[in-house]
């Protein structure tokens, strides 16, 4: 049997947005805390993959 990808859809990469969602968990940020942290280093991502 096999898994279905649950980031189908997305147009961001599965690294990216992991790395967007371990932020969000680890840390008490909001998400767009996480979405501005993530511009500053040049990755265009928006709150709503990280949701």
Excluded: C
Excluded at 7 to 31: E, T, W
């Amino acid at each position: 049997m096999t898994k279905s990808n649950p980031f189908k859809g997305f147009q961001s990469s599965l690294k990216i947005i992991r790395l967007a969602v371990m932020l969000h968990v680890r840390f008490p940020l909001s998400l767009r805390t996480v979405e501005d942290l993530m511009h500053e280093r040049g990755v265009e991502i928006s709150h709503e993959n990280i949701f």
